[in-house]
């Protein structure tokens, strides 16, 4: 019995410790204790606050290569190029801070954009409209996200927060003006 055990037990072993080591990604490396545990040292708040603004900002900058390479209005084209580029430093720098605090950033379980049925062969125009619509939900709950955070007790949040929501604010204006 004890060497059924043996034989079971260590290959089982020698695959747990095995799997320590696949612990990446994307192109991050993250401790292995992070997979394993819940510790972080982010309160409630910072931890939604950095996981919810990633996967939203990761869906800004999908629709938007999607408008990007498939709008036909050049201002919406541009908007698109501005948002892209803009949410891709706010993720670099949301990630930076999830390292400090240990969240992991990115997380496995961001979700990939899925255009809604019909917009997946729309014209240009219908495409453009409904990249607009979404950007200002998108853009009005990450402000809202970056408010609250604005009064977090992390320092490093609160400043980055406070730093970054009068851009964000802006570009929602000039969203909201291509409507």
Do not use: W
Not at 18 to 36: D, F, N, P, R
Not at 54 to 73: M, P
């Amino acid at each position: 019995m004890n060497k059924k055990i043996a034989l079971v037990g260590l290959p089982a072993l020698a695959c747990v410790l095995s799997m320590s080591s696949c612990t990446t990604v994307g192109e991050h490396k993250s401790s292995a204790e992070l997979y394993y545990t819940n510790y972080t040292k982010a309160d409630t708040q910072e931890y939604e606050f950095l996981r919810e603004v990633y996967q939203l900002a990761n869906d800004e900058i999908n629709f938007a290569d999607v408008i990007a390479k498939r709008g036909a209005n050049t201002q919406v084209k541009a908007l698109a190029t501005n948002l892209s580029s803009e949410y891709k430093g706010i993720q670099t720098k949301l990630a930076e801070i999830g390292k400090n605090s240990d969240v992991l950033i990115p997380f496995a379980g961001v979700a990939p954009l899925a255009l809604s049925e019909g917009l997946d062969s729309a014209q240009a125009n219908v495409l453009e409209k409904a990249f607009l619509e979404k950007s200002i939900h998108n853009q009005e709950v990450i402000i809202e996200h970056f408010e609250q955070a604005s009064r977090n007790t992390a320092v490093e949040v609160r400043h980055y927060a406070e730093e970054t929501l009068p851009k964000l604010e802006e570009q929602l204006e000039k969203t909201k003006g291509l409507l």
